[in-house]
């Protein structure tokens, strides 16, 4: 299992970025893919998944502004994040869950890739 995560990079609050996953090594259209972040000093958190059937979900602290969205064809997970804010500067990590039922738990997730840093300032 391999995920190499793209796209973070430093942008202006108001700003957007889209963040890719690229997945390989396993079925991908077949799991539960999920984005968490961790800022320094805090736990990693849950940012949004989408299950095997598309089926979403976001946290509360980002509904709205960001949309996550899996390209089956291409093994690729993507977060779009608009109306940055400060707050939201982070790590930002992409994992997969081995099963077709999704959990918004970091610890459901088996396993991680290595992130992509997104800092709005």
């Known amino acids: 299992v391999q995920l190499v995560e793209s796209g973070g990079g430093l942008v202006q609050p108001g700003g957007s970025l889209r963040l890719s996953c690229a997945a390989s090594g396993f079925p991908y259209s077949s799991y539960c893919m999920g984005w968490f972040r961790q800022a320094p000093g805090k736990e990693r958190e849950f940012v949004a998944r989408?299950?095997?059937?598309?089926?979403?979900d976001t946290a509360d602290s980002v509904k709205g502004r960001f949309t996550i969205s899996r390209g089956n064809a291409n093994n690729t997970l993507y977060l779009q994040m608009n109306s940055l804010k400060p707050d939201d500067s982070a790590m930002y990590y992409c994992?997969?869950?081995?099963?077709?039922?999704?959990?918004?738990?970091?610890?459901?997730?088996?396993?991680w890739g290595q992130g992509t840093q997104v800092t709005v300032s």
């Open positions: 994992a997969v869950r081995l099963s077709s039922v999704c959990y918004n738990r970091a610890e459901t997730f088996e396993y």
């Open positions: 989408i299950s095997a059937v598309g089926t979403t």
